[in-house]
């Protein structure tokens, strides 16, 4: 019933929200926040070289029309990559949206395990560690999250196995 019930709720804008800007670029975060977006969602990939990018799809085609796994780029294949529905927006890796200071955040984190203590380094190299929301796939990587900071919200996208 929702008459008079108070219901708490998020408005989270999913891949930093679209419409105006194309997905996952700042201009959409920072419009999704400004229009009132309690946060942006952001997926993160890792390069072959390691490097955490923030890509929805693990291949690179939709969203930049090259027909490559994300995991398969280094980091300066990655950062070449335009837009398709706009080739003046570029790429970014997670640093470039910590460092401009786009908050909050949900980060869905498509990979798993060594890699997410990885994002909570970075996470902290730019104080972020109160300005994000974990999204993970696992129970270990709640855990992984948990130990590392407590205070760190998790959503969890577990698959029924």
Known sequence: MYGKEVVNMLIIAHRCGT????????????????????????????????????CHDANALRVFG?????????????????????????SHALDHFLAAGIAPILLHCK??????????LHLRRFDYEDKVIMGVQSIEDVVITKNFNSDIPVLAFMRTQ
């Open 66 to 90: 090259k027909d490559m796994d994300i995991s398969q780029m280094t980091i300066t294949e990655f950062l070449a990559l335009r837009h398709v529905t706009d080739k003046s927006f570029c």
């Open 111 to 120: 990979i798993g395990g060594k890699y997410i203590e990885d994002i909570l």
């Open 19 to 54: 419409g105006k800007y194309p997905e996952l670029t700042m201009e959409a975060a920072r419009h999704s926040l400004m229009l009132g977006a309690d946060y942006v969602e952001m997926d993160v990939q890792y390069t072959v070289d390691d490097v955490p990018v923030i």
